[in-house]
């Protein structure tokens, strides 16, 4: 565990509270985080995660504009998706899924490539999600937060499964949270 390892666990506590809470100030949180967990995920050979990390930070650069923009007096407006685009959603994760890992596995030497490409193709889905302020991207993160304690426990990435668990329960709250703001019936996204 390393004192970058401990700052990007930090970041990424801050980020997701501030996520939950519907402020667009976040996205700063993000964006050191990301950047540092580059860092650490890279010397880990957790490739998958290590790339994801260029698509969380160009994904919260769009995230912050698209925020700013949405912006209320009450905060940041969310909604849920179509029928028909949460199955586009999923179909698509799922290639990408496949895709990725299968690239993973075969062209490096990547300790877990399946497992670590389900985390950043789900990742990237919810970030995308997220940034487009639906509903349905916490059910995304509670399943990557479930699938990525324990892969970062075996790696012996201490600091940052702790923060998966934490993760957890902020995912949690942020369902319960956007879920109340969808249903006030005020936002049509």
């Known amino acids: 565990m390393t004192q970058i390892e401990w700052l990007a666990a930090a970041l990424v506590l ?3 509270a501030l996520v ?3 402020s667009v100030w976040n996205y700063p949180f993000a964006l050191v985080a990301v950047s540092l967990y580059a860092v ?5 050979r957790l490739y998958s995660d290590m790339v994801l990390q260029g698509f969380f930070l160009a994904l919260n650069l769009y ?3 698209s925020w700013m923009r949405a912006r209320e007096d009450s905060g940041i407006p969310v909604g849920w998706m179509t029928d028909r685009m949460r199955r586009q959603w999923v179909i ?27 985390i950043a193709m789900l990742s990237i889905t919810a970030q995308w999600l997220l ?3 639906r509903v349905e991207s916490w059910y995304l ?3 990557v937060d479930l699938i990525a304690i324990p892969l970062f426990a075996w790696r012996g990435l201490y600091a940052t499964s702790a923060v998966y668990v934490v ?8 369902l319960i949270q956007w879920r109340r703001a969808a249903a006030t019936g005020r936002v049509a996204l």
Do not use: E, Q
């Open 14 to 16: 801050i980020n997701v």
């Open 167 to 174: 993760l957890l329960g902020l995912s949690i709250d942020g």
């Open 20 to 22: 939950a809470l519907r």
């Open 63 to 65: 995230g912050w504009a």
């Open 40 to 44: 650490v995920f890279y010397d880990a």
């Open 131 to 133: 940034a487009r302020r």
């Open 92 to 118: 698509i994760t799922i290639l990408a899924w496949i895709g990725w890992s299968f690239a993973m596995d075969r062209y490096t030497d990547a300790v877990a490539p399946w497992i670590d490409g389900a």
């Open 141 to 143: 993160w509670i399943v």
